[in-house]
């Protein structure tokens, strides 16, 4: 009897709803001057879904994958174009989430759309899904040639610790950032402080010695904590896991911008699409 390899699945490479020939794209929101998702004033799309499940999430309404509001790449360039004159020779399209990963095909056609327009792209991603196998490996090098800066959040630099915040190790997502500094893809790093959880001086200081290994790091920022999500906790009852836990003070705050010698990183500040000013 003659043998049949069966393949198996790979669930990073779902079925891709398509429309016209375009792929569409499960879109959560949009934000049209956005000033904090990259470089510039940025036109930022919120996807849907995200695997993690980090108990400080702000948006637990972006969890849930293959819902919200479908949009194809040209849908999204013509929502985005008409404030085109605003992003300058910083600003232009980010694409956050969620997690943007889980919808690689959307990203990689509309990024490529971008570069044919001559508009900079941004990539949000906190790393989840990242793999250096396969078919998902190879979109993802295509996307890095039409990307032009990621924002790249290390949720915790222990990966037990990280698994106990958010759901899932570590290692992949360092993985990512040791590739993207091998590729010399510029990056912001940022950091979630949370008291309690990575408000801790060691865990700070291996994450600034990590950090530091790094070659195409642009930006360093420390995210403070805070609790302005915690009503869509209870509206969608589900239990929120850091009752109790207040956002980080002042003081606290300037003691991980110094562990992390953010000051060290000011690349961003001259930062152009095309130009790295990181040192290598």
């Known amino acids: 009897m003659e043998m049949v390899q069966v393949r198996e699945k790979n669930p990073l490479l ?34 849907q879904g995200c695997h993690m499940r980090c108990k400080f999430c702000h948006n637990p309404d972006t969890w849930k994958t293959n819902v919200g509001t479908k949009m194809t790449s040209e849908e ?33 056609e509309l990024f490529t759309k971008c570069k044919e327009l ?29 990307t032009d800066i990621l924002l790249v959040d290390i949720k915790h630099i222990n990966s037990d610790e990280h698994k106990r915040l958010t759901g899932y190790p570590n290692e992949n997502i360092l993985d990512l950032t ?42 360093v920022e420390v995210l403070p904590y805070h609790t302005m999500g915690v009503h869509k906790y209870r509206e969608m009852g589900i239990k929120y896991r850091l009752e109790g836990i207040e956002p980080p003070s002042s003081e606290r705050i300037k003691n991980a911008e110094e562990l992390l010698h953010c000051t060290d990183y000011k690349g961003y500040l001259s930062w152009r699409p095309g130009i790295k000013t990181f040192n290598t």
């Open 118 to 146: 001559g508009i900079s792209t941004c990539l949000d991603t906190c790393g989840q899904p990242f793999t250096r196998r396969g078919e998902w490996f190879e979109k993802f090098e295509k996307l890095m040639d039409v």
């Open 14 to 47: 779902n079925p891709v709803p398509m429309r016209d020939g375009q792929i569409e794209g499960y879109v959560h929101s949009i934000e049209t001057f956005g000033a904090v998702d990259g470089p510039g004033i940025r036109f930022v799309v919120f996807m």
């Open 178 to 219: 040791r590739y993207l500094s091998d590729i010399g893809k510029p990056v912001w790093i940022r950091h979630v402080l949370i008291p309690e959880i990575t408000d801790n001086d060691q865990y700070l200081m291996e994450l600034g010695q990590y950090i530091k290994t790094l070659h195409n790091v642009e930006k």
């Open 76 to 108: 999204v360039l013509n929502k985005a174009l008409p404030y085109k004159s605003f992003w300058g020779d910083q600003g232009g399209i980010t694409l956050s989430g969620g997690e943007i990963l889980l919808q690689i095909d959307f990203a990689l």
